[in-house]
Each structure stands twice: as C-alpha cells, then as structure tokens.
C-alpha cells in the first residue's frame, strides 16, 4: 500500500502532511511513502530529508495515483484530476463546503476523511488536528500583536525610562484562547480573559490571567463541550459589558467560535473608536465572519489609531512545527487505519470504530455527512 503526499497548492499554505518524523511513524506500518518533490519545501524539509527517512520522491502525478493521499488542505477539483479510483483523501477538507468536492469524490468511488470531524474522545487526542493547529494560532496571535503593537509587552525599567507591561484581553479561552493567554503572560503581559463557558475561568486564572466575570442569563453550553449560540438580546448585552472591558486594552486576541455558525460578534465598531490609541486586534475567528464588526479577513484594517488584523492561516506562519504537529496527528490516524498482516499494509475503513465514523465523510463514493453549505 503506498500513501500520497502531496505539495500544497492552496494560496499560502506552507504546511506539508507529512514530515521525515512522521514518515518513520507511518513506515513502521509497513507502506511505502511517495512524497511530491518540493513537498516540504515551505516548512523546512528537503527532498533529501525525506528520502533519507526512507520516502520515495516522485512527481504530482505519481503521488496521486497512490490509493491513500494525505494533504493539509482540501483539494482542488483540478488536483483530483489524477487521482485513483477510490481513492482515501485525508485533509482538513472544510467539510461544511460543497463547491463540487464530494460529487467528484463520489464519481471516484473515492473515500474522504475530514481532520475536522476526528471526534475530541480521549482515545483521538492524538489525531486532534483541530487543536494541535489551534494551539499554534493562539502562540502566532499574540506573536503577530506584540510586532504590531508600537510598545512593549512586559514592565521595562531602564536608565532611560520605564514602561508599564501591556494589557491584553482574549475573548474566547478554548484551545487558541488559552495557548493566547499563556503566551502573552510569557512576554509579561497583563492578561484578562472571557469565555461564555464559566467552566475555564479556573483554567484562565492558572496561566495567570484574570477572568472577567460577565453574568449571562442564559446557558451557552451546546454539545460536544462546545458553545452554542446566544440569544439576539443575551449577545447584545455581552457586546455592550464587554465593550466596556475593552476601552483600556492595549491588545484583543478574538478566538470565539460556535460550531457551524458565524462567529459571535463581540467587538463592535463603536467600540474600536473608543478604543485606547495604537491597540492592536488580532481576529483569529476571520474566516468565520470575525469576532470584530471591522474585521476583514487577511487584510490589515486601520481605524483611527486601532489595527485590526484578520488572519486566517496563522499556522501557515509557523510551517515547520505546524507540520510536526499536523503530520503526527495524520500518522496516528493513519495507525487506526492501517493493519498490518505477514509485513503488508492493508486498509480499514471500519465505520463501527466511533472515529471513524465521524471522520469519514465520503465511503466508496458513498457521500455520509453531506456539506452543509
Ligand atoms: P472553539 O474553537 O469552537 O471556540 C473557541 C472558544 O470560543 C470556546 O472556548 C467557546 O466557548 C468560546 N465562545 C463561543 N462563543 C463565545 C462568545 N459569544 N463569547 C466568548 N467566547 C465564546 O473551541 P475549541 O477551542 O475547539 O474547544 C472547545 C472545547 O472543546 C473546549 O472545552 C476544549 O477544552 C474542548 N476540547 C476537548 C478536547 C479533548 O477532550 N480531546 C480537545 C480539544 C478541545
């Protein structure tokens, strides 16, 4: 059995599949590896690195043509074009999408795993790609704001003057959120934080941040120990508190996001004119609509003294250990997948194992969890 690696053909994507350590993981299983030329190229990993760790480097055409192909991104339809009948795509194929994807994928006979779908179950920890890039975002965010932020993050006492740490808030202390807090505090920051699941307020103040306390009539608990959306008069009332909580601030990392829906508007306009000269927001929910009414996703938005940014890849910025992290989570999964008798590899789409039929969106052309968009 031979798996796949393609290059990267997305508009800014850095990030590779698989790396010469995660190759050792998914030679172990007994597979042959062909990597694209290039490849890695991006993220720091040399053709030779790869073939040094026992992969074969081949064209675009001799990777598609393997039966099992792992990528960061979702495909281009242009990119299936060679792809083997029946092919297993695994990626982060933002299943929500149509565009055409799983009507191609299906005339293939194809199979599909989305990374977005890995269920958060203790035994899929180590396939959660979800929060191992989640994790980098919030690092990067606040890496992005300190750059972008005309003065220091911690205390400074000099000979030559002395300056106050800066004051960040962070809405939203999910996986990013957190990651966030704890690397603003690293730089001595003064942190303070919100999330509508008052479950985290413990988890926030023990990276030492302050939880700011705001009192929601309503249950914001949705399923999956994820958030659900708030009422029109609950999420007026929230932007309204948190608007003043932000008139001091010197930087807002916004990470809040609600499973299938826009992001939460917290921020509004009104509130970034009154916001302190040369605060800086990065908007880490860009891609879903932003947490910011000003937000414009991958662009720079300067209003008055305030920047808001809005990136959407952040983990594209920190390529090499982005694809460390992502292309271990695509080897454990590869390693439920994969069995193993008398030295050759075979594959097992088993839909009664709980991960994989979350995961699995599209079986031998079978389309099993339709796009909802
Ligand atoms: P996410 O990216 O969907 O959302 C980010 C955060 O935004 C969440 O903490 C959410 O509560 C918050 N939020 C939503 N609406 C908001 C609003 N209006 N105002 C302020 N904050 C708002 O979430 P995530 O980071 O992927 O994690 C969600 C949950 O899953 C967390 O409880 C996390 O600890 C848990 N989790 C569990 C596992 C596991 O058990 N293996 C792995 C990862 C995450």
């Avoid at 399923?223 to 929230?238: I, K, N, P, V």
């Avoid at 695509?330 to 994969?338: D, E, H, I, K, S």
């Amino acid at each position: 059995l031979s798996i796949g690696i393609p290059k990267e053909t997305a508009a800014g994507e850095t990030r590779v599949a698989a790396t010469p350590d995660s190759l050792r993981r998914l030679l172990g299983e007994g597979v042959e590896v062909v990597v694209e030329a290039g490849a890695g190229e991006a993220a720091g990993f040399r053709d030779a690195d790869y073939e040094a760790a026992g992969a074969r480097v081949a064209d675009a055409a001799a990777v598609w043509s393997c039966p099992v192909v792992c990528k960061v991104r979702r495909p281009a339809l242009a990119e299936l074009e060679g792809a083997a009948e029946g092919v297993l795509v695994v990626g982060l194929l933002e299943p929500h999408r149509d565009e055409g994807l799983f009507e191609r994928l299906a005339a293939l006979r194809a199979s599909a795993i989305a990374m977005e779908r890995i269920p958060r179950i203790t035994r899929a920890q180590g396939m959660d790609a979800l929060s191992s890039q989640a994790n980098i975002a919030g690092y990067r965010a606040v890496i992005e704001a300190a750059a972008a932020l005309q003065r220091f993050f911690p205390m400074m006492m000099t000979a030559a003057g002395s300056a106050r740490p800066a004051r960040v808030v962070v809405l939203g202390a999910g996986v990013a959120g957190l990651q966030a807090i704890a690397t603003a505090r690293r730089l001595g920051a003064v942190v303070e934080a919100f999330d509508v699941r008052p479950e985290v307020a413990e988890q926030v103040q023990s990276l030492g941040a302050s939880f700011i306390d705001i009192r929601l009539e309503e249950d914001a608990h949705g399923e999956g120990g994820y958030a659900r959306e708030l009422s029109a008069d609950s999420q007026q009332r929230l932007r309204d508190a948190l608007g003043e909580r932000l008139l001091d601030a010197d930087v807002v990392i916004s990470t809040a996001l609600v499973p299938g829906r826009r992001a939460p508007l917290l921020i509004e306009a009104k509130t970034v004119e009154r916001m302190r000269r040369g605060a800086v927001i990065v908007d880490l929910a860009a891609a879903s609509g932003g947490n910011c009414e000003l937000t414009r996703a991958d662009e720079i938005v300067r209003v008055g003294d305030v920047t808001i940014l809005g990136p959407t890849n952040l983990p594209a910025r920190l390529a090499t250990d982005a694809s460390q992290f992502y292309a271990r989570n695509v080897a454990n999964l590869m390693g439920l997948l994969l069995h193993r008798e008398d030295g050759d590899a075979s594959l097992v789409l088993d839909t009664g194992d709980a991960i994989v039929d979350a995961a699995l969106v599209v079986h031998e052309g079978d389309i099993r969890h339709a796009p909802t968009s």
